[in-house]
């Protein structure tokens, strides 16, 4: 398992002849990503600050996509999961990825809560 | 019956030795790690999302906070944050070129992408000591008011930021900083900002180009200029003078905002640190021989998946610290 690594990456679409090459491959890849993110954020493209989905800037939509993007690319060639057992890789995925999307949605809903008292209550907070 | 038939096979799984993951015991265990330091950090994150969400008004804009690059003047938003970043992933990739070469047994090749991968943890580390630096010294100054309100200043005819230090008038006083050696040795307080707020007031007053920025986002997700007169009547309100930030109060904006700066990144810088000893004492491992007398190099393996994971790690922080 540790001396052969699986070489495709975008699902077979790119092939790299040898593990030193895909991870060169997967830098260049990564790189762009953040090169995009940093150019949005200098840039915040207005047709991307002013339209909204489910409350949030479509700008941070794709911030947050294209931060799973790297992680993806990160956990599977840098610390090879791609090449572990499908066991492994499920059981160190989904147990976060389960845990973290509940933390999230109770943590954010009741923030969103939160604001609301804080926007419309009778308390004066900015003075 | 059943049962003595299939003894054979319940002593191949019970009886130790199974390897159900093909993994080695401690690539297994360093997995573990990961994972449950994986939730902590998200526990760190999410709550800073809890809070951003909470006061989604009025929070800071980090474009406008870490505007700062080694040797330049000016505002640069980002480019250094983006440098950290992609410093970080190229260690990650020298790392994982070693990991690599320990795969092929090839020693020397181990040794510089281990030494390369440790100067790059090297300078993200100093990169983000130089940002707590800047963070904490900050650079324009602010007052707060007594509903611990953060007032920044700008100036009507550029639109630009104003420092303290362009307005404040010049008001003879006699305040010192108490210090222990000047009075009961138990009593003490902290430095003193560098104006009163008494000169700041002055000086607005009497320089009619200064505007109140307060931390209200308006509806371009920019903070709300006050005109003149309304800012003449807001510095009423003012009681102290900010510069730069500790965990009580900051010049930013919000106070959890410096505060989840100081632990979200401190806690991820902690753990660059701690990888970057790890590495090194792997790096002489390696330069002793260690793990070509053991036969193979999972050792180098195992620092590898920390060390990727202090990027991943990075990648999330970057994003919901300074991106979004």
């Known amino acids: 398992m540790a001396h052969e690594h699986k070489l495709e990456i975008f699902r077979g679409l790119v092939k790299f002849s040898s593990n030193t090459r895909k991870i060169w491959g997967v830098l260049v890849f990564l790189s762009i990503v953040t090169a995009v993110e940093v150019g949005l954020g200098i840039t915040k493209p207005a047709i991307l600050t002013g339209n909204y989905f489910l409350g949030m800037k479509l700008l941070n939509w794709i911030f947050i996509i294209l931060t799973l993007v790297k992680a993806y690319y990160i956990a599977w060639d840098f610390m090879h999961l791609r090449d572990e057992k499908a066991s492994l890789r499920r059981a160190v995925v989904w147990t976060p990825i389960f845990l973290v999307s509940y933390l999230i949605f109770i943590l954010l809903f009741e923030a969103d809560y939160i604001y609301t008292v804080f926007r419309d209550g009778f308390v004066k907070w900015d003075f | ?324």
């Open chain 2, 1 to 324: 019956m059943d049962t003595t038939v299939t003894t054979g096979s319940e002593e191949r799984v019970w009886g130790g030795g199974n390897r159900p993951m093909q993994a080695s015991y401690g690539k297994l265990m360093m997995w573990f790690f990961i994972v449950s330091d994986a939730l902590t950090f998200s526990g760190f994150l999410a709550s800073y999302g809890f809070s951003r969400f909470k006061f989604i008004e009025t929070w800071p804009i980090a474009d406008e906070v870490f505007t700062h690059v080694p040797f330049f003047h000016g505002n640069y938003p980002m480019y250094y944050v983006a440098f950290m970043t992609f410093v970080l992933i190229m260690s990650s990739v020298t790392m994982v070129l070693a990991v690599d070469a320990g795969h092929r047994m090839m020693k020397n090749r181990v040794i510089l992408y281990m030494f390369l991968t440790i100067i790059g943890g090297l300078i993200f580390v100093g990169s983000q000591a130089w940002e707590w630096a800047t963070f904490i010294r900050g650079d324009y100054g602010a007052v707060e008011t007594k509903g611990g309100r953060i007032l920044q200043f700008v100036n009507a005819e550029t639109g630009e930021r104003a420092a303290l230090s362009e307005f404040a008038a010049t008001l003879p006083g006699e305040r010192e900083r108490h210090e222990r050696k000047t009075g009961i040795w138990f009593t003490q307080e902290a430095a003193l900002p560098s104006y009163t707020v008494d000169e700041v007031v002055e000086g607005l007053r009497s320089s009619p180009n200064i505007l109140i920025r307060t931390e209200q986002l308006n509806e371009d997700g920019e903070k709300t200029i006050l005109n003149r007169e309304q800012t003449l009547e807001r510095i009423k309100d003012a009681t102290l003078v900010v510069e730069g930030a500790n965990l009580i109060r900051n010049e930013y904006g919000s106070r959890l905002f410096a505060d989840f700066f100081f632990f979200i990144t401190g806690f991820h810088g902690f753990h660059v640190f701690s990888g970057v000893v790890i590495n090194v004492i792997i790096f002489f491992n390696v330069i002793l021989g260690t793990y070509e007398r053991r036969g193979h190099y999972e050792m180098v393996e195992k620092v590898g998946l920390y060390w990727h994971f202090v990027d991943l790690v990075w990648v999330f922080v970057f994003t919901f610290f300074y991106l979004v």
